[in-house]
């Protein structure tokens, strides 16, 4: 683009130092800007560039006669509504602004499938959009809006998995976070400042390989209590798992080995028992 002089604006450009501010300075910058700076309402764009201008350039700020003196540039009635906004940006910027925002997270598990994200960002404030590979929320979802907090996640290893990890990645927008500004400049024209272009906060975590039990169970159930002589013997097996599912190494389900043993007969029915007596009668082993 071109200024009102006719000189041409270069593309912003990435300032994490400006003239002799200091990185807290930039940082309120920053923060006012990107909070702030895009407003539509005139009375807060008004306040916003004069906090710029006190922050960036307080001596020639003061020169010009400082809030008393540049707030006379804003219509009356609209100067106490300017004024209070100021107030309120300097606060904002000494209490809010981050010179290195950060965000850190953490997975502990407390068995195979059960656990905790923990979301640790500066500012505390800040709240970003997480995904989860190999686990969800306890709502079943995988990704959220989350801030600072412990949350309650489940482990869903894939189909077969012999172990597996539990991974989570956290992005924010960095708009207003920083010590830092974009600077527009045109030859021979003033200045310009906006809020720095840094990349989205990014954070990652991983936990521990996760070995997971293989835990096979057979069940049987026999078609009939008696059988006539001559007359097959029919046993149905049932083949589970107690915890998610077959693991498979390799590429292919692990083999278990069940033996069966039929014992008889018998002249009476038998009294049901967890262990065959001893001398019991038998009559078939399968395997």
């Known amino acids: 683009m071109r200024s009102a002089r006719g000189g041409t604006t270069e593309p912003p450009e990435l300032k994490t130092t400006l003239d002799a501010l200091s990185r807290a300075q930039l940082a309120q910058l920053n923060y006012v800007m990107g909070r702030w700076g895009e407003s539509r309402d005139p009375n807060i764009t008004s306040a916003v560039a004069m906090f710029v201008w006190d922050v960036a350039d307080h001596d020639v700020y003061l020169s010009k006669g400082g809030d008393g003196g540049l707030i006379t540039r804003v219509p009356a009635g609209d100067q106490a509504t300017v004024l209070s906004?100021?107030?309120?940006?300097?606060?904002?910027?000494?209490?809010?602004?981050?010179k290195d925002p950060a965000v850190s997270l953490s997975i502990a598990m407390t068995d195979q499938y059960h656990g905790t994200l923990t979301i640790a960002p500066d500012p505390a404030s800040l709240s970003g959009t997480v995904s989860l590979s190999n686990a969800t929320f306890t709502d079943g979802s995988t990704s959220a809006t989350l801030g600072?907090?412990?949350?309650?996640?489940?482990?869903?290893?894939?189909?077969?998995?012999?172990?597996?990890?539990?991974?989570?990645?956290?992005?924010?927008?960095s708009t207003g976070l920083g010590a830092g500004v974009d600077l527009f400049y045109t030859p021979g024209s003033q200045r310009i400042l906006a809020a720095a272009s840094f990349k989205p906060l990014l954070a990652q975590a991983e936990s521990?390989?996760?070995?997971?039990?293989?835990?096979?169970?057979i069940e049987t159930q026999v078609s009939s209590k008696f059988v006539q002589a001559g007359a097959p013997f029919v046993?149905?097996?049932?083949?589970?798992?107690?915890?998610?599912?077959?693991?498979?190494?390799?590429?292919?389900?692990?083999?278990?080995?069940?033996?069966?043993?039929l014992y008889g007969p018998f002249d009476a029915q038998p009294a049901e028992a967890n262990a065959p007596r001893p001398a019991r009668p038998c009559s078939a082993r399968s395997r």
């Open 208 to 217: 521990p390989v996760i070995p997971l039990d293989f835990q096979p169970v």
């Open 85 to 98: 906004h100021l107030a309120a940006m300097h606060d904002a910027g000494a209490s809010s602004a981050v």
């Open 235 to 261: 046993d149905q097996l049932a083949v589970t798992v107690t915890k998610h599912s077959w693991i498979k190494v390799n590429g292919s389900p692990v083999p278990v080995l069940a033996e069966g043993i």
């Open 148 to 173: 600072a907090c412990t949350h309650q996640i489940l482990g869903t290893p894939a189909e077969g998995a012999p172990d597996y990890r539990v991974r989570a990645t956290f992005t924010a927008s």
